[in-house]
């Protein structure tokens, strides 16, 4: 069965301390990771899409990386806008068609 | 360019009524995925339609149904509701099947 885990939970940072969020999978054969932030009271927002280990992507304050096993969302010098929940989900394979299968999320918070 | 939009945002049922929601995907999208979201379950994908045809479904009961419509639009219905059928009911759209879902700010259903 295909497992994803997010850690921690829950992150307090304060404003410009960098951080990072992790995300570990256990599924047979990866099709895609992707993560996405949540705001409270609506639906997740798109950020990355990373398909094969190696793999690097940057967004203003945030850097998602990929291995075989796990990836990280890098949070440098963080501003109280980046309070969200962030998720993290997989896609397997073809028999699949669009399935995402979700972690629980890391509650971030950045206090100012 | 609109985005997902369900419909309702909020709505109020009792034990045993029934409940349809509507999703209308980003134009152009042909596939429409749903997932509940509950603070105990996080994320759990439904159901997944593509040009009117379902193509995957979760562990879900058969209380749970879909449609797709000719123009992309979904619904989804839920029969004889239970009080833990109440969460956020979030539709998500991609392109193609297996691309980036994009998803809409749900629909909060509460089960009294």
């Known amino acids: 069965e295909d497992q994803v885990t997010q850690s921690p939970e829950a992150l307090r940072l304060q404003e410009g301390e960098s951080s990072s969020l992790n995300c570990s999978y256990t599924?047979?054969?990866?099709?895609?990771l992707f993560w996405y932030r949540q705001d409270p009271g609506k639906g997740p927002e798109f950020l990355f899409t990373l398909y094969s280990a190696g793999e690097e992507k940057e967004k203003e304050r945030l850097k998602a990386t990929l291995t075989k096993k796990e990836s990280f969302l890098h949070i440098t010098a963080p501003k109280p806008e980046d309070s969200a929940t962030y998720l993290c989900?997989?896609?397997?394979?073809?028999?699949?068609?669009?399935?995402?299968?979700f972690g629980e999320g890391t509650q971030l918070t950045v206090n100012p | 360019k609109a985005g997902v939009t369900q419909t309702p945002r909020y709505l109020i049922k009792t034990r045993g009524q029934q409940v349809t929601l509507s999703c209308s995907p980003i134009s152009g999208h042909r596939s429409v995925s749903w997932y509940q979201q509950t603070p105990g379950q996080g994320l759990q994908f439904l159901f997944e339609y593509f040009s009117e045809t379902q193509r995957n479904k979760g562990n879900f009961p058969g209380r749970f149904s879909g449609r797709q419509f000719s123009n992309s639009r979904s619904e989804m219905n839920v029969s004889t509701l239970e009080l833990g059928d109440s969460a956020l009911y979030l539709c998500a759209s991609s392109l193609l099947a297996k691309n980036i879902q994009y998803f809409g700010a749900g629909t909060r259903l509460s089960v009294l």
């Open positions: 989900a997989v896609q397997v394979s073809e028999t699949s068609g669009s399935r995402l299968t």
């Open positions: 599924v047979s054969g990866l099709r895609g």
